[in-house]
């Protein structure tokens, strides 16, 4: 089975609605980054959870950690086009931090319907 | 800033060949980590450089091998090639210790 999980592998959502994806880690996260990919192309660093209940936000993008869970959740507010792509959910699984090397999910396709 | 760079963007390789991708790491960054992207999974940590050495690896065989330089950039060698190596090349640059790793626009290498 797989270290990480994302949930949905994909999403459809019409523009200007709210969304959640959910990473769950099968391992103990001493971190957890969000990234966002467009097809083929290199990722864009979103944001980082450290502590548990850690919560952060970046304009429309909220992502919180549950420690005891070991799980993160990526909530979209008011959806856009320039939204969509590739929501990649990449776990700290050591002490060292992210400096040891991050496990990545598969992905959460998002796609926007205007 | 220049930001993470890496070359080439595209190159096509026959099986049994050799291939080497460079990256230039975002300015002020002095750790170095390779990883692989298949089409449709996320990314896989190959290893990663920091002083000049390899300072951890990922599950990947011998045939993946790199090198940072005294500036920091760094090379990922990959000796005779497979077709399964075809995929997305993402290097990414850090401060060691600190959070924020930034990735480049990545490599795709096909393997015929």
């Known amino acids: 089975s797989q270290e990480l999980e994302q949930s949905p592998q994909s999403l459809i959502v019409q523009e200007g609605k709210n969304l959640t994806i959910n990473c769950t880690s099968s391992?103990?996260?001493?971190?957890l980054y969000w990234y966002k990919q467009k097809y083929g192309e290199g990722l864009i660093f979103l944001m980082m959870l450290q502590k548990g209940g850690e919560e952060k936000s970046h304009e429309k993008i909220t992502a919180k950690l549950d420690e005891k869970k070991q799980q993160s959740s990526l909530h979209i507010t008011a959806s856009q086009p320039s939204h969509a792509g590739i929501y990649l959910c990449g776990a700290v699984h050591s002490g060292g931090g992210g400096a040891d090397g991050l496990t990545f999910g598969k992905g959460t396709h998002l796609i926007i319907q205007p | 800033d220049a930001g993470v760079t890496q070359s080439p963007t595209h190159l096509i390789k026959t099986r049994g060949q050799q291939v080497t991708l460079r990256c230039s790491p975002k300015?002020?960054?002095?750790?170095v980590s390779w990883y692989q992207q298949a089409l449709g999974q996320g990314p896989q940590f190959i290893f990663q450089y920091y002083e000049e050495e390899e300072r951890q690896r990922g599950n990947f065989p011998d045939r993946f091998s790199g090198h940072q330089f005294p500036n920091y950039s760094s090379e990922l060698n990959v000796n005779a090639l497979l077709l399964g190596d075809s995929a997305l090349y993402l290097c990414a640059s850090s401060v060691l210790m600190e959070d924020t790793i930034y990735f480049g626009e990545g490599s795709w290498l096909t393997v015929v």
């Open positions: 300015s002020g960054h002095d750790t």
């Open positions: 391992k103990t996260l001493y971190g």
